[in-house]
């Protein structure tokens, strides 16, 4: 190994170092801390253009001087060496998603691999890409029409029982809560009364943003 590629793995290992680079710890999956992620992607774009201003909106305000000291240090020694660049890009991509979930309130366990974004996300961002909503609409229209007629079967069936004995009764009254609620959060979804919750519960300061 050249000595200039021992400078740019000690040059990126210090600065891992002074990061608190954590390793993965259980599986949590997230959608902004997985390889495939819509700030990992950011930031890689970012990074092969120079310029930091994309990834700055994933973070809060006050913590915008330390991702632009992270992105400055990552150019400075990722053209040292093939080595030298996966090292540095790995540090920035680490130091922007810990950011990035620190401001949302979230738990950073580590970087995710690619290929652990839930489905139903990854057809949300697809749904962005394109510019058309209407494969989404469609696969979640079905979704919830089938949780509501399953759901409706079961209370139905166990209805049919309920007064014969008092296990039937409470399997009934299962199946009905179950029914129930279920519809019940859909409207609750549909009407944006969670929406509202989630909006009071916002910090108020700009910048702050649910993911």
Same mark, same amino acid.
């Given at each position: 190994? =050249?000595?200039? &590629? ?15 680079? @954590?390793? @993965? ?7 902004? +801390?997985?390889? *495939?992620? @819509?700030?990992?992607?950011?930031? #890689? ?5 120079? +310029?930091?201003? @994309?990834?700055?909106?994933?973070? &809060?305000? #006050? ?22 660049? +996966?090292?540095?890009?790995? !540090?920035?991509?680490? =130091? ?14 580590? /970087? ?33 029409? *089938? ?15 309920? *007064? ?5 009764? &409470?399997?009934?009254?299962?199946? !009905?809560?179950?029914?129930?609620? !279920?519809?019940?959060? /859909?409207?609750? *979804? ?13 910090? =108020? ?7």
């Amino acid at each position: 190994m =050249t000595a200039k &590629r021992v400078l740019g793995i000690a040059a990126i290992t210090m600065l891992v170092m002074g990061a608190g680079w @954590p390793g @993965p710890v259980g599986r949590v999956y997230g959608h902004c +801390d997985t390889m *495939d992620g @819509p700030v990992v992607k950011t930031a #890689q774009a970012a990074l092969s253009k120079g +310029d930091v201003t @994309p990834v700055l909106k994933w973070v &809060r305000p #006050q913590h915008e001087a330390e991702i632009r000291e992270a992105f400055k240090k990552t150019l400075a020694v990722r053209g040292l060496s093939p080595e030298a660049k +996966d090292l540095a890009d790995r !540090y920035f991509f680490e =130091t922007l998603v810990r950011l990035h979930r620190e401001g949302e309130g979230a738990p950073y366990t580590g /970087l995710k691999p690619a290929g652990q974004v839930e489905p139903v996300i990854a057809a949300s961002d697809k749904a962005l890409e394109t510019g058309s909503v209407e494969g989404l609409t469609q696969e979640m229209v079905k979704l919830v029409s *089938d949780g509501i007629r399953r759901r409706f079967a079961e209370a139905m069936e166990t209805k049919k029982h309920a *007064d014969e004995t008092v296990a039937a009764g &409470r399997e009934f009254v299962s199946a !009905y809560v179950a029914f129930v609620h !279920y519809v019940e959060q /859909l409207h609750a *979804d549909a009407v944006g009364q969670n929406e509202q919750h989630a909006e009071s519960q916002k910090p =108020t300061e700009p910048g702050g943003h649910q993911h």
